[in-house]
């Protein structure tokens, strides 16, 4: 069991100047299909189906393994969907899996979802919503745990149980677990799978781990004072899964800010104060986050705001989704949510569809499918 090698050592701290900058968002013509009673179809975006989860609302972000969407339920309950028409294929009940809001992460290369269970991993196949396997039982963890964030990647399985911890995602083979620090039982503080290492969101920063083994990794030497850096940065609170390039470590606090650091060195290069909410992603030079109301990309060079996505009186949940020259979001909002499709380049808003209640998650998009869930029903699209 990974832990802390022995020597003085400090966590890395950020002392950069708050970099503020802005370029108004732009709205082109707006297309707009409204969900209910009778639907609006006028607009470049038609509503392929709408399928009702009773008392299963979503809560974390469905998935897509094949035609199969897999979505997670508030009761624990799993609901495998088909992505052609909507049908309920199967279901597995929450005494099954788990009574909280945890999610399914999917892996490619075995091709089975996941969800957490207690104190163990559930592994079920897409097909048919079986059982594959159940993981051995992970000692220690408290089985009342609100949520248990889950991410795959080939064949590891990353769990933040109370502790990161990994599975054998094709057999449930429990590879090792990391007693020295805590992690955020939120769906969107998952790691970050980067060569032979894992960026993980934990209570004293991203902290790096190898991934076969889950050793501990010292990212860099005090030059002053030897002590060994190993996160970047300890103060921050409520840290989401990292952007990690060659140059740069980017950092999101949930509701804090955004935070760049030198890969190598663990130097700080740039902040930006405000509201960055659910996560980050990176796009040619720029990364992506949701603010209130907008979606702003910010340089990765500099931190100075290059692009912003006006969601009008709606608020962003959920990482945006760039696919293509689109970008994607799902918001919420007092009369309800709506999802937004907005043309990368010129920032101009492609379509909006309006739902009933909250976007709660950031959608699907696979060919000209765009796939989302609300807190009673889960839908599909068709850009046209």
Same mark, same amino acid.
């Given at each position: 069991?990974?832990?802390?090698?022995?020597?003085?050592?400090?966590?890395?701290?950020?002392?950069?100047?708050?970099?503020?900058?802005?370029?108004?968002?732009?709205?082109?013509?707006?297309?707009?299909?409204?969900?209910?009673?009778?639907?609006?179809?006028?607009?470049?975006?038609?509503?392929?189906?709408?399928?009702?989860?009773?008392?299963?609302?979503?809560?974390?972000?469905?998935?897509?393994?094949?035609?199969?969407?897999?979505?997670?339920?508030?009761?624990?309950?799993?609901?495998?969907?088909?992505?052609?028409?909507?049908?309920?294929?199967?279901?597995?009940?929450?005494?099954?899996?788990?009574?909280?809001?945890?999610?399914?992460?999917?892996?490619?290369?075995?091709?089975?979802?996941?969800?957490?269970?207690?104190?163990?991993?559930?592994?079920?196949?897409?097909?048919?919503?079986? $059982?594959?396997?159940?993981?051995?039982?992970?000692?220690?963890?408290?089985?009342?745990?609100?949520?248990?964030?889950?991410?795959?990647?080939?064949?590891?399985?990353?769990?933040?149980?109370?502790?990161?911890?990994?599975?054998?995602?094709?057999?449930?083979?429990?590879?090792?677990?990391?007693?020295?620090?805590?992690?955020?039982?939120?769906?969107?503080?998952?790691?970050?799978?980067?060569?032979?290492?894992?960026?993980?969101?934990?209570?004293?920063?991203?902290? $790096?781990?190898?991934?076969?083994? /889950?050793?501990?990794?010292?990212?860099?030497?005090?030059?002053?004072?030897?002590?060994?850096?190993?996160?970047?940065?300890?103060?921050?609170?409520?840290?989401?899964?990292?952007?990690?390039?060659?140059?740069?470590?980017?950092?999101?606090?949930?509701?804090?800010?955004?935070?760049?650091?030198?890969?190598?060195?663990?130097?700080?290069?740039?902040?930006?104060?405000?509201?960055?909410?659910?996560?980050?992603?990176?796009?040619? /030079?720029?990364?992506?986050?949701?603010?209130?109301?907008?979606?702003?990309?910010?340089?990765?060079?500099?931190?100075?705001?290059?692009?912003?996505?006006?969601?009008?009186?709606?608020?962003?949940?959920?990482?945006? $989704?760039?696919?293509?020259?689109?970008?994607?979001?799902?918001?919420?909002?007092?009369?309800?949510?709506?999802?937004?499709?907005?043309?990368?380049?010129?920032?101009?808003?492609?379509?909006?569809?309006?739902?009933?209640?909250?976007?709660?998650?950031?959608?699907?998009?696979?060919?000209?499918?765009? $796939?989302?869930?609300?807190?009673?029903?889960?839908?599909?699209?068709?850009?046209?």
């Amino acid at each position: 069991m990974p832990e802390r090698s022995s020597g003085r050592r400090r966590f890395l701290g950020h002392g950069a100047a708050i970099v503020t900058a802005g370029l108004a968002g732009c709205v082109g013509r707006l297309r707009e299909v409204a969900l209910g009673n009778g639907y609006d179809e006028s607009g470049p975006v038609s509503v392929a189906w709408t399928t009702e989860l009773e008392d299963r609302p979503a809560r974390a972000r469905p998935i897509l393994i094949g035609d199969t969407i897999v979505v997670h339920g508030r009761d624990g309950t799993v609901t495998g969907i088909d992505l052609r028409n909507g049908t309920i294929e199967w279901t597995l009940d929450g005494h099954e899996t788990s009574q909280s809001y945890v999610p399914v992460a999917a892996s490619a290369v075995e091709g089975l979802a996941y969800a957490w269970a207690g104190d163990h991993v559930t592994a079920i196949d897409p097909a048919d919503g079986g $059982v594959a396997w159940r993981s051995e039982t992970v000692d220690g963890v408290d089985p009342d745990l609100a949520s248990v964030p889950l991410r795959a990647d080939g064949d590891l399985l990353y769990a933040g149980a109370d502790r990161p911890t990994a599975f054998d995602a094709g057999s449930g083979d429990l590879l090792w677990r990391h007693d020295s620090f805590e992690t955020f039982g939120v769906p969107y503080f998952t790691p970050t799978f980067e060569g032979d290492h894992l960026y993980v969101p934990t209570d004293e920063g991203i902290v $790096v781990l190898e991934r076969a083994t /889950g050793d501990e990794r010292i990212l860099a030497t005090d030059p002053t004072t030897d002590e060994e850096i190993v996160a970047y940065p300890p103060e921050l609170h409520n840290l989401t899964r990292p952007v990690v390039t060659d140059e740069y470590v980017i950092v999101l606090a949930h509701g804090e800010g955004m935070y760049a650091y030198d890969r190598l060195s663990t130097r700080p290069q740039w902040e930006v104060a405000d509201s960055y909410y659910w996560g980050h992603v990176l796009r040619d /030079g720029i990364v992506y986050a949701s603010t209130y109301r907008t979606v702003k990309g910010l340089s990765i060079e500099d931190g100075f705001e290059a692009v912003a996505y006006d969601t009008g009186d709606r608020a962003p949940n959920g990482v945006p $989704v760039l696919d293509g020259s689109s970008i994607y979001v799902g918001t919420g909002g007092s009369d309800g949510g709506a999802i937004f499709s907005f043309d990368a380049a010129s920032r101009d808003t492609n379509w909006r569809v309006t739902t009933p209640s909250d976007v709660r998650t950031a959608p699907i998009v696979a060919g000209d499918r765009v $796939v989302a869930a609300t807190e009673g029903e889960i839908f599909a699209l068709t850009e046209e």
